[in-house]
Each structure stands twice: as structure tokens, then as C-alpha cells.
């Protein structure tokens, strides 16, 4: 198993580019989220998913689209990109085994706005 | 916010020493996570407690939870050199309405030297 997959891993967008950053799972997990991690502030939750064509937003929507039209990927859309949005994001997707829950990670996703 | 802080932001210690680092959260949750980052990658799991349980091992990691006081520590006995890396708690929310939500601390930057 891949487990989660996030391309590209390194990425440069000039201010006001559009791209998506993919993330798929091979797991058959139900729930999938994108985080972004800047120093000094953790993982900061942008939006989730608890299963195919449901989502909603996290902790620092704004800037940032997503939608689930498979269990397996999950996309993370910039519409115009801001150097506020240089960051690293990662990818998640984790199961729910009654009130458990482990989340796995992607590699992460490098992003640079200039 | 239900971010949990962890304690200390850094530490830096000998191999063969033992690490602790404590997370304080806000609000009620079903379980508290441990999750390890090294540089440049995603974060993995380390170890799961629930909200009724009070201590938790595995391997040289211990884990400790106490409701009252919204806190958790995780101790690293015998540190390696090999356990260099940033450890992040996650807690989830226990109102049933937030699936698969996890919010995440800060995070411990861990130094073992050799």
C-alpha cells in the first residue's frame, strides 16, 4: 500500500496563480483533511472531508477550495494565490473505530508564493 | 481553538536520558494522540490514549492523561539519537459532530545528542 500520496512536493506560484495540490489514499478511509504547518504555529486544519461529497471548512478556510468526488483523492485548490499562502501542506486521511481515530500523513507539499 | 500546547517548545538532552513533554487542551475530548514529525516528512503515529484511561505504554514511550487538569505528557526513556525529531498531541472533540477533525499543538522540537 502507497498510503497517502501528495504531488507535487515542491511547488513556486507567482501572486494571483491558480493550482491544485492533489492528495489521494489507498486506504478506504472515510475521512480526509488538508493541513497547512508554518514555523512556530503548528498544524493549523484548512478543510475536511467525511466521505465522498461532503466537506467542510477547518481553522483557516479562506484562500482555499476543496471537494471529494471519490473515497480516494481528495484535492486542495488555490484560486489565486497569495504569499500568505507559503506554507507546507499536508494531507491526511484517517479511519473511525469507535471513538478512535489515527490520521496518516502525506509527505507534504512544499509551496513558495512570490 | 481547541489546540492543544505543548511543553517545552524545545528540549535538548544526552542520549540515554529520558525526554518528557507535556500538552495542555481546552476542551472535553474522546482521546488524546501523540504524533512524531522528522524533518522535511509528515507526521506518524506514535500512540493513542482515551479519555478513561489514565497511563500508556508502548515500547519506551509512556503516556499520561489527566481530564481534569486537560493535560497529557509523553516520556521517552533511554533516548537515542535516532528520536531527533518534532513531537505534536492531537485531540479530538467529543461532541460527536467533528468526525475525524483532529487539532494539533505546537509541537516539542526533541535533540538527543549522542
Known amino acids: ?114 | 481553538s481547541q489546540q492543544g500546547e505543548e511543553d517545552p517548545q524545545a528540549l535538548s538532552i544526552q542520549e540515554g536520558e529520558n525526554a518528557t513533554m507535556n500538552c495542555s487542551y481546552k476542551t472535553s475530548i474522546n482521546n488524546l494522540q501523540w504524533y512524531r514529525q522528522n524533518s522535511g516528512r509528515g507526521l506518524v503515529h506514535l500512540i493513542l490514549i482515551r479519555s478513561n484511561e489514565r497511563e500508556k505504554h508502548s515500547g519506551r514511550l509512556r503516556v499520561t492523561l489527566d481530564t481534569s487538569k486537560k493535560s497529557s505528557s509523553l516520556l521517552i526513556t533511554a533516548s537515542r539519537a535516532a528520536d531527533t525529531a518534532s513531537y505534536f498531541c492531537a485531540t479530538d472533540d467529543d461532541r460527536g459532530s467533528t468526525l475525524g477533525r483532529l487539532y494539533f499543538g505546537r509541537g516539542t522540537q526533541l535533540t538527543v545528542w549522542p
Open chain 1, 1 to 114: 500500500n502507497a498510503g497517502v500520496t501528495q504531488t507535487p512536493k515542491f511547488q513556486v506560484l507567482k501572486t494571483g496563480q491558480s493550482m491544485t495540490l492533489q492528495c489521494a489514499q489507498d486506504m478506504n478511509h472515510e475521512y480526509m483533511s488538508w493541513y497547512r504547518q508554518d514555523p512556530g504555529m503548528g498544524l493549523r486544519l484548512i478543510h475536511y472531508s467525511v466521505g465522498a461529497g461532503i466537506t467542510d471548512q477547518g481553522e483557516v478556510p479562506n484562500g482555499y477550495n476543496v471537494s471529494r468526488s471519490t473515497t480516494e483523492d481528495f484535492p486542495l485548490r488555490l484560486l489565486s494565490a497569495a504569499p500568505s499562502q507559503t506554507s507546507v501542506y499536508f494531507c491526511a486521511s484517517s479511519y473511525q473505530q469507535g471513538l478512535d481515530t489515527e490520521a496518516f500523513f502525506g509527505q507534504g507539499t512544499r509551496l513558495t508564493v512570490v
